[in-house]
Structure formats: C-alpha cells, structure tokens
C-alpha cells in the first residue's frame, strides 16, 4: 500500500513540477466551429467535461488541451526519462537531431523555436553573398514571414507561380531568364526555394518529378535549393515517397515539431554538418535561444516514433469513414489533386453547417471547421480519427446530419 501512496505522490509532484513550468498557461485550442457555432465559454465548459479525446477535422495535429499535454507527458516519462537539455543542448533535443538527421538523410540536423527562422537562417547562409532568392508566391516564406529575408537578411525574395499550387521547371527558367535580362547590375539569385506539402493550395505536395526536375537544373547551374517541408511527413504518408528521398533533392531542409508530431512548438533545419554547425551562431544574434525546449522535444520524439505505420492505419481508416460519409445523403467529400491530408467537404442544401457543426461537437466531441467563400468545409485528417471506433464516428455523423436536415 505504501508503494501505491509513494507512486501517487511521485505522479503528483511531476505534475505540479510540469505546471510549475509554465506547461499550464498553454492557451485552450478551440476549434472555429461551423458558423461560430458555440461561445468560448461553453467550448471551455464542453470540453472539460468530455470524457473522450476529441476527434478533430481541422489540424494537422491532435490539437491537445494543456491538461491533455501535461498528461502526455506524464504517460512519456513512465515509458522512459525525459532528459532535459540547456540552451538546445544535449538531453532530448539531442536525442531529437539525431532522429531527423538520420530520417532525411542528411550529416546533421538542429533544433529552432520557430519554422521562420528555421527557414530564414537556411536561405541566409545558403545564398552567401548573393541577393535573389526565389520562392513559390503562394509559399510561406513569401507570404507569411514579415518580410523578414529583406528587412532582417538583405534578401530580395523573387516571387513565382502566382495562382499556382507550386511552379514548373519551366517557369523557373523563364524567370531566370527575366531576371538576367532586366537587370544591369546584377546582384546574384543563390537559392531556390520549394515549399510541400503548400498550406495555401490545401495540402497539395509538389509532384517529386518536379522537384526533380528542378534540383538537377539548379545544380548544373549552381544554385542552392531549400525545403519548407513543415509537413513533409505528410507528403510521404500520402505519396509513398520517402522523407529521405525528398531530402535528397535539396540542400537543407525544414520540418515543423507541432503540425503534427503535437509539440507546443519548434523546428528541426537538416543539412550538410559545415551548413549546420552555422546555424546556432545565428540562432542566438537573433534572440531565438531558448534555456529549455525538453517540453516541446519530448513530445516531438514520442509521436515521430512509429509515424509511418501510424499514418497507414490513419489513411486505411480515413478512406473508411469518408467512404462511409460519402453514403450520407446531403454529404459530399472529395480529395484535391496532388493533395495529402486535407479534403473538400460540401453539405447540400437541405443540411445546416451550423447545427452538424454544434451537435457534432457537443454530443461527441468532434470538431467540424468553417465554409469558406464558396460553402466548402476542408476536411483535414489527422491522428485523432484513431482514438475512436471509426463505426462510432459514422454514426454521430449519421445523427448529426439527420438532425441537421432543413
């Protein structure tokens, strides 16, 4: 009995140990349900009660609550120690490089807290003394990242494939071409940049016969290439090509810990051991080095372990149910072109988004996303779908799109 009491009160001082890290404070993930569908404080008060993980259709990721997290992290240190590192240094970070290296087959790999300076660090030491980078219009780099390769780098980004999922060898030749032939004094295009699986084109991943392609020009001609592969396990998982065989077209590579490997945050940058051994200089002038990242490494180890066999029941169970959903009267799911995780979602007329939206998510916890402009939903799968019976979740959804008829 004695052993038992010694074992609770162990469980608990990790616990008050976890949240006294700050763990804690870790904002409540709340899905943005049908047309607003619920207030913020009854999703608090529904999720606090449920006692079934959620089942969510909008993340990449499990999109765990804080106590959700502290709790995995508990069942993480009974299966082994968590071993904490210093300023990204040793311990589980460690444990983590070495992991990613050996994936992508690459001489090294190193932890960031972030993707975009991940990406920023990469393109900056890639392109050296040139000035021209050029990325996907669409991608993140461009988009998304404040501008920061020019105000920070002294980068100038050269935008390509507006309104395109992703560029052709072609259009990186012509403008190439372009470039070259405008400018008098030319300042150098060093690095090209690839962004797959493309957040703004839904998931899609560039076909590896492009990317091919455009690695083979790049080298003959010299110019570096880097990977936004944020979700590059998910292009693999949907491809069946391998993590290292797109990393082998590229000279360093990006890979996201959060999307879904469900870590509070960070980035892994793979590449070359004279490229990487850069990086941590540069890491730290930019403010981006952190005392400890055990938290966010942990968890990213213990979901990278058994990814591949996990995502081929993920997709032999999601073929399941959006099969089975497909059956629904008023329920239409499609898949994208060249697309990985993410799906078109259309409800006839005669359903309601709104009230599938709120019966789904009350009465079993299952979180359904907003229509866009056009009335489309996008479907996302991801790992949760494995925490239920997939007969469960056809038949909330048979009642919910029942209740939910005009």
């Known amino acids: 009995m004695s052993k038992k009491l010694n074992q609770m009160e162990k469980e608990n001082n990790r616990r008050s140990f976890l949240k006294g890290c700050g763990l804690a404070t870790i904002p409540l993930i709340l899905p943005t349900v049908g047309l607003t569908a619920t207030s913020l404080a009854n999703a608090s008060t529904v999720r606090s009660v449920s006692k079934e993980q959620a089942v969510n259709f909008i993340f990449d990721g499990l999109a765990f609550s804080p106590d959700e997290y502290l709790d995995k992290l508990i069942e993480i240190t009974k299966q082994s120690t968590i071993e904490p590192d210093f300023y990204g240094q040793e311990g589980s970070i460690r444990l983590l490089e070495e992991n990613f290296a050996k994936i992508t087959g690459k001489e090294k790999a190193v932890?960031?807290?972030?993707?975009?300076?991940?990406?920023?660090?990469?393109?900056?030491?890639?392109?050296?003394?040139?000035t021209k980078v050029i990325v996907p219009e669409n991608s993140h780099i461009f988009r998304d990242e404040a501008d920061a390769a020019q105000s920070v780098h002294s980068k100038r980004l050269v935008p390509i494939g507006k309104g395109e999922p992703y560029f052709s060898l072609n259009d990186l030749k012509d403008k190439i071409n372009y470039t070259n032939e405008s400018e008098v004094f030319k300042s150098g295009l060093g690095t090209v940049v690839i962004e797959s699986p493309v957040r703004r084109a839904d998931g899609v991943a560039v076909p590896v016969e492009s990317i091919k392609e455009i690695s083979a020009y790049c080298k003959q001609h010299g110019y570096k290439m880097h990977l936004d592969g944020a979700r590059l396990h998910l292009a693999a998982a949907y491809t069946g090509v391998s993590i290292s065989a797109y990393a082998s077209y590229f000279d360093t590579v990006y890979i996201s810990l959060y999307k879904y490997l469900n870590a509070t945050g960070g980035a892994i940058l793979c590449g070359d051991a004279k490229m990487i051994d850069q990086v941590a200089h540069q890491v730290k002038i930019l403010g981006g080095t952190v005392y400890q990242n055990w938290s966010s490494s942990a968890m990213a180890l213990h979901y990278l372990k058994g990814f591949k066999e996990r995502w081929k029941k993920v997709r032999t169970v999601s073929d399941k149910l959006i099969n089975a959903l497909n059956k629904l009267e008023g329920i239409q799911i499609k898949s994208i072109k060249n697309g990985t995780n993410i799906y078109d979602l259309s409800l006839g007329k005669e359903v309601n988004l709104k009230t599938l939206a709120i019966y789904l998510y009350e009465n079993h916890n299952i979180w359904l996303g907003r229509a866009n402009d056009k009335g489309i939903v996008k479907f996302t799968i991801n790992?949760?779908?494995?925490?239920?019976?997939?007969?469960?979740?056809?038949a909330a959804w048979e009642a919910g799109v029942q209740k939910a008829r005009g």
Do not use: F, W
């Open 111 to 130: 932890y960031l807290p972030t993707g975009t300076m991940a990406n920023q660090v990469a393109i900056k030491l890639l392109n050296g003394m040139n």
């Open 383 to 394: 790992e949760s779908i494995l925490s239920r019976d997939i007969h469960t979740i056809i």
